[in-house]
């Protein structure tokens, strides 16, 4: 019974290089939330996508974050050209219903910009 | 700008202890969860409420939604350690898409 799965757990990137960061979502699940987080802090809303449609990516920034969840493959984060403040770790959460509902989420992303 | 204010956010207790964690906002929702994370994992779901005044019961922990559907309130009932861990509440639109998640509450049971 697979939850969601996130990979890499862990990723290190210098300055100006790109992180794809990918999430499979509960089977059946057809709703995928993007969610960045800060050491010890709560989670920032960043994208929520369903298959092939972005619905809210009110919380990603315009420059250099994009996301997609194509018909095929899993949903990925992608962030161009890194710095130092984007090192977090990213969280993918699945829903079966449009939000808000109950959020499955994926064990993280940590992303480390040197 | 956090629509969702939690506290306290650090609180360090000895075993057996009760405790009182609050979520607090300005806003109102149509729904509100309680989320625990250990560290090194994704958050996982303890409880949703959605009518004001409402109380939840799950075993030691009980969570109350304010009667004006603002604020909530999770009480830990003789801590153990176990229940270690960042709290979170999260609360619900009808007519948005996402939740917003408080600050978060980090909460240490000492053996």
């Known amino acids: 019974n697979a939850g969601v799965m996130q990979n890499p757990r862990h990723l290190v990137r210098r300055r100006g290089q790109e992180a794809r960061l990918r999430c499979s979502p509960v089977?059946?699940?057809?709703?995928v939330y993007w969610y960045r987080q800060l050491p010890e802090e709560g989670l920032k809303f960043m994208v929520y996508?369903?298959?092939?449609?972005?619905?809210?990516e009110s919380g990603m920034p315009k420059e250099r974050f994009s996301a997609e969840f194509p018909k095929e493959g899993p949903s990925i984060l992608r962030i161009q050209q890194v710095v130092r403040g984007d090192s977090a770790a990213y969280f993918c959460?699945?829903?079966?219903?449009?939000?808000?509902?109950?959020?499955?989420f994926g064990e993280g992303s940590r992303l480390t910009v040197l | 700008t956090q629509l969702l204010e939690q506290s306290p956010q650090f609180l360090s207790i000895q075993e057996g202890e009760n405790l009182t964690v609050y979520c607090n906002s300005s806003?109102?929702?149509?729904?509100l969860q309680w989320y625990r994370q250990e560290p090194g994992e994704g958050p996982v779901l303890l409880v949703t409420?959605?009518?004001?005044?409402e109380v939840k019961k799950l075993k030691r922990l009980t969570f109350q939604f304010g009667d004006a559907r603002k604020d909530s309130s999770l009480h830990i009932t003789a801590a153990q350690p176990g229940d270690t861990g960042l709290y979170l509440c999260?609360?619900?639109?009808?007519?948005?898409?996402?939740?917003?998640f408080g600050t978060g509450t980090s909460l240490t049971v000492i053996p």
């Open positions: 959460a699945s829903s079966p219903l449009r939000g808000p509902g109950e959020l499955f």
């Open positions: 089977k059946g699940h057809s709703h």
């Open positions: 996508l369903q298959k092939e449609n972005i619905i809210d």
């Open positions: 806003s109102v929702f149509s729904s």
């Open positions: 409420v959605v009518t004001g005044g």
């Open positions: 999260a609360g619900g639109r009808d007519t948005g898409n996402q939740f917003y």
